[in-house]
């Protein structure tokens, strides 16, 4: 009996350690350029991409560079998001629109690794054509821009020199300076409160997780002792 007692403890074990390594394997994020798109005083993740985006006249865009897991867990653009401010020394002129863009290189955390320190941020008024996407915007500003071949955008300003989009294990301990861009307000962008991911400890799911395992556990055993007696 002890022997059927010790199988039920490994099984037990293996399972907690499933759900564990589970929750491990999901502690990735990505390096990569967000989008993003002012509402208001607040900043949205962009639900289309920067290649048939097309922005209006008046319109403030960002792009934020930073370690995340997901569009609900990125990084917001950081500094000055006032159209009138950006584009106070850019004119109207006919025949254009002027989008105004926040262009965020991000801190050293999120920096590729052997990749030179990030430029600073800065604002750019891009005076162009009224059918212009977000993307020939961006180019009218920040040249060198970079794409893979799936045209993910890998590069503003020739910044970072290399890497597109490349996996980095536990992105919020990467992404150093993430907590300091939240609104005011405390939410995220694009999120209700309640949709944040967790800055930390286990995750509602890992829990319902192991006290289902537990009772199982704790079942087996009694089954097995009962079957002894």
């Not at 050293?108 to 020939?136: L, N």
């Not at 020739?158 to 980095?168: A, I, N």
């Not at 294990?169 to 991911?197: I, L, M, T, V, W």
Request: hydrophobic content about 35%; charged content about 25%; overall charge negative.
């Amino acid at each position: 009996m002890k022997l059927r007692e010790s199988a039920v403890a490994v099984t037990t074990a293996t399972l907690l350690l499933s759900v564990f390594g589970a929750g491990a394997a999901h502690a990735h994020g990505y390096r990569y350029w967000s989008f993003w798109e002012r509402d208001g005083g607040s900043w949205v993740y962009a639900t289309q991409g920067p290649a048939t985006a097309r922005p209006a006249d008046g319109d403030v865009q960002g792009f934020r560079f930073a370690v995340s897991e997901d569009s609900r867990d990125a990084t917001r653009p950081r500094g000055a998001a006032s159209f009138d401010a950006i584009c106070a020394d850019t004119p109207a002129e006919p025949g254009t629109k002027r989008v105004a863009l926040v262009l965020d290189f991000g801190t050293p955390a999120d920096a590729p690794r052997g990749s030179s320190r990030p430029p600073e941020s800065r604002t750019e008024c891009a005076q162009v054509p009224p059918e212009a996407t977000s993307a020939e915007s961006l180019a009218a500003v920040a040249k060198p821009l970079r794409y893979d071949s799936n045209a993910l955008l890998c590069a503003i300003s020739g910044y970072p020199e290399k890497g597109c989009g490349d996996q980095v294990a536990e992105a919020h301990a990467a992404g150093g300076e993430a907590n300091d861009d939240r609104e005011a307000d405390g939410e995220q962008a694009g999120a209700k409160p309640s949709d944040r991911p967790s800055d930390g400890g286990p995750s509602a799911g890992l829990l319902t997780g192991l006290v289902v395992i537990t009772a199982l556990g704790a079942a087996a055993l009694w089954q097995s002792r009962r079957r002894r007696g």
